[in-house]
């Protein structure tokens, strides 16, 4: 919620001969005010929630990269392995085309 929208629901649920400056301290008053200390409590929660929710949607992010890269690191591995595989396949038939008299 931007501080504008904030400025409007504490001017239009104040009495009309109290108007609320538009600053972040006179709308953290205001909710103090209004709602008592808990406000307090329960914004500085939302706000823990919320930074502790985007470090692990950064760690999500990171742990779903490196599967990425490792999941491509595997399919290069299993195309060079099957290519070893054909190599030593064509060099066993050529020996046994080159031992028959």
Known sequence: MS?????????????????????WQALIVWAVAKFGVGIIATIALGYAVTQVYGDLTALNNRVLTAFEMQTQAATANR????????????IETDHRDIKRP
């Open 3 to 23: 501080q504008g929208e904030l400025h409007n629901i504490a001017n239009r649920t104040s009495p009309e001969e109290v108007q609320i400056p538009n600053s």
């Open 79 to 90: 195309e060079a392995i099957q290519a070893m595989a054909e190599t030593l396949r064509r």
